[in-house]
């Protein structure tokens, strides 16, 4: 199901993966990615291109649906978290409002309906 709700993700233009830790963060843009599976390392984007991250499948034990609260607006997420309750891999949806500030209802809808397909929070 990892797989499958990362396919899901990285088919949704303006979403930003994020891995980070102490030392470094990696951000790439969602848009039309390709995805594969080989064993147990998840490949997002092209291993020959700018950009591209591998993700343990056996690491993530978790992922949850975040709507947060921001000072202007907002703030959406799928957040991708280990065995220790730690943040692997964060989806944030971008784009969500226009130039005034409001929520545009197609983004929203994108966001809403992987919801809906998964539920709030997933257990691999």
Known sequence: MLFELLSDIVN???????????????EIRSNSLPIRQKEKWITIGDNDGPGHMHINSEIIKSA??????????????????DDHNDRVLAAF????????????????????????????????
């Not at 949704?12 to 990696?26: E, H, R």
């Not at 649906?65 to 991708?80: L, N």
């Not at 971008?94 to 257990?123: A, C, F, G, Q, V």
């Open 93 to 124: 949806f971008t784009k969500m409002y226009d130039e005034s500030k409001n929520l545009i209802p197609e983004r929203k809808n994108l966001y809403d309906s992987l919801h809906d397909k998964y539920s709030s929070k997933i257990k691999f």
């Open 12 to 26: 949704v233009d303006d979403v930003l993966l994020i891995t980070k830790n102490s030392g470094a963060t990696c």
């Open 64 to 81: 949850e649906f975040i709507q947060e609260q921001r000072p202007e607006k907002i703030s959406f997420s799928i957040r991708f978290f």
